[in-house]
């Protein structure tokens, strides 16, 4: 049964929006032209067909051939434009593809879970072909209703209905999964717990935002309520967990419109900056902190800023059986070495926080408690790094600007920016050409600002595109190429959330992510990076993470997206280009390429 918590107020007002959605289903005005285009899935031979829709009439043909076609160098694509992929691959991710990472376990360290970390396969190795929706796709629910109601046959698992229903994660209801805004350790719902935490965290006088808590990492979060439930405190949240036993719970996430990837905490760094999260929260998410002298604590560590919480919803925190008690005094002696404290436990729930305590981390230090990383440890972007079992000692992080809460914060010139030789005149004309340049992006798509969700910006520099946007009903990933400067570290300095990549390699999410992608130079930045960077391989990944309809907004030079423009048909685009000035007042060219919505039949 439910819990009491969902009542018959509740039951009515689930009755009220089921049948608002299906009245706007069928004025065409929940998400619009519903029909996809079908191909046939016969030979290697056969074509694309498209079915008539209710605002179309007669039937597009295409070339397109369903085959499991793999990369080859040098990659040539055929005249019938890139192949698709069969069906059973809707679900392809090519860094975290269990049979591929099956033969590498006996070189992998599987009592630290390495098996869940990305495990890119050779360029052979790896499709080259479109991935295909599944049976019966329907384009995504619009936000805010898709928080609490995603299609089934989008993400058509029932596993974890079956073993977190009675958590209130997720529940069937008929075509569609709904999403009550449980956990493992807040069953009744994510807004009371929230609410806890802010209490504990402030000594019960206020809530999480009084707590100075705007950016959060939640690790193994599940299907993200709790990061959901967060968004009207406008409290920013990096939400992650393992491809794992908890089937499809990052794609649940997505489709709902929230803010996740795929990633585990494991043999490597995580790929988010140093000192960018006022909060590290975990709900049973199933780590084992305490294990291998706490290397993955130290790895908070390196996350968290200066005050910033540790919250542990788990039973080492109250419970008194089994090894419970053993692994909680580890616990305790870990975290007193790491000089945090503390400050609250109830419940389910313990708090602690890092102090900004630098005579603490020196005597421990000293006393051997810990050992020092090296600096360069801490140096450059945080990708496909190992962990090392140290501590980083970096004092200039203490004392430092203050930074001031959102929304103050998207517009405040930090010491981080003065750091990267971004003077604050440059950072005020980025902000605002920025703001020009989304108007006129909305203006060139024809959309209505809830048609996009979902926002990824695959170059992202400091976040000004992600900063004009924060007045939309979006949320962005802010990716910073692996081989530019950090400036990630500003983006989370402004209170936006984003990760370190190699556009060299596939991302960390499912198929069907985005709404929109938006590269910004990202092509001319891989120019001459070799095979696996190549403008194809990463078109056929922004083809991968695009949601059906979707749209990609390049800026480039003549040279790149003449070569795009040619191509773009043979991966089922649309695509218009435009004239827009850049900050250097001379013209880009602006490519608005729309994925076709088609399907196999």
């Known amino acids: 049964m439910l819990s009491a918590a969902f009542d018959l107020k509740s039951g009515q007002f689930i009755l009220l929006a089921l049948l608002l959605m299906i009245g706007a289903f069928y004025s065409g005005t929940f998400f619009g032209n519903n029909s996809p285009v079908y191909v046939p899935q016969f030979t290697s031979n056969s074509s694309f067909y498209s079915s008539p829709s209710a ?57 630290r879970r390495e098996e869940l970390e990305r495990h890119c396969p050779p360029l052979e190795k790896r499709l080259f072909c479109l991935v295909p929706p599944p049976k019966d796709y329907n384009l995504p629910i619009r936000w805010p209703t898709s928080r609490d109601y995603v299609w089934r046959s989008n993400v058509n698992h029932t596993h974890l209905a079956e073993v977190k229903g009675g958590q209130n994660w997720v529940h069937e209801m008929n075509q569609l999964w709904w999403f009550p805004g449980g956990g493992t ?65 990052i794609q649940f996430a997505l489709e709902r419109g929230i803010a996740a990837m795929i990633s585990a905490i494991s043999t490597k760094q995580l790929p988010y900056p140093s000192n960018s999260f006022e909060m590290v929260h975990c709900s049973r998410c199933r780590v084992d902190w305490h294990e291998n002298d706490g290397i993955l604590l130290k790895e908070l560590n390196r996350l968290l800023r200066y005050n910033g919480y540790f919250v542990y919803s788990a039973p080492p925190a109250y419970r008194k059986d089994k090894d419970f008690p053993m692994i909680w005094d580890k616990l305790v002696y870990l975290t007193s070495a790491m000089c945090w404290k503390l400050i609250a436990q109830k419940v389910q729930t313990a708090i602690w926080i890092k102090q900004e305590n630098q ?134 300095d402004r209170g936006l959330i984003g990760a370190f990549h190699d556009w060299c390699e596939p991302f960390s999410t499912y198929p069907r992510t985005y709404d929109l992608l938006h590269a910004n130079h990202l092509f001319s930045h891989y120019q001459n990076r070799g095979e696996g960077c190549l403008l194809e391989d990463i078109m056929l990944e922004m083809d991968r993470i695009l949601r059906p309809q979707g ?15 040619d191509i773009a048909p043979m991966f089922l685009w649309e695509f218009e280009s435009h004239s827009l000035e850049n900050e250097q007042k001379t013209m880009d060219t602006v490519l608005i390429a729309r994925k076709k919505f088609w399907a196999i039949v």
């Not at 100075?212 to 406008?234: E, R, W």
């Not at 998207?410 to 440059?426: H, M, P």
């Open 551 to 565: 749209f990609i907004i390049i800026r480039e030079n003549e040279q790149i997206t003449s070569r795009i423009r």
């Open 185 to 249: 350790h807040f069953k009744h719902g994510a807004s009371e717990y929230i609410q806890r935490l802010g209490n504990m965290t402030t000594n019960e006088t206020g809530d999480l935002r009084s707590a100075g808590v705007v950016q959060v990492l939640d690790v193994g979060c599940g299907v993200a309520s709790f990061s959901a439930y967060l968004l009207p405190h406008d409290i920013q949240t990096m939400s992650f967990a393992p491809k794992d036993g908890h089937e499809n719970q």
């Open 359 to 492: 005579s603490c981390l020196l005597q421990n230090a000293e006393q051997n408690l810990f050992d020092v990383c090296d600096p360069e440890y801490d140096s450059g972007t945080s990708w496909n790094k190992p962990l090392r079992n140290c501590m980083i000692l970096d004092t200039s992080k203490l004392d430092s600007q203050k930074l001031p809460p959102r929304p103050q914060r998207l517009s405040a010139y930090s010491v981080g920016f003065d750091a990267l030789g971004i003077k604050q005149e440059r950072f005020i004309s980025d902000m605002i050409f920025w703001q020009e340049q989304v108007s006129h992006y909305y203006r060139l798509m024809n959309v209505n600002k809830t048609d996009i969700r979902n926002v990824m910006d695959m170059n992202a520099f400091i976040g000004g595109f992600s900063v004009a946007l924060n007045t939309f009903p979006v949320w962005v990933m802010n990716v910073v190429p692996a081989s530019m400067n950090n400036t990630l570290s500003a983006i989370y």
């Open 55 to 111: 605002s179309s009439s007669g039937s597009s043909r295409f070339t397109n051939r369903v085959a499991l076609t793999y990369r080859k160098t040098p990659l040539l694509i055929s005249e019938f434009g890139v192949d698709v992929c069969p069906l059973e691959f809707n679900e392809y991710i090519p860094c975290h593809n269990v049979s591929y990472i099956n033969t590498l376990r006996s070189s992998l360290d599987l009592s």
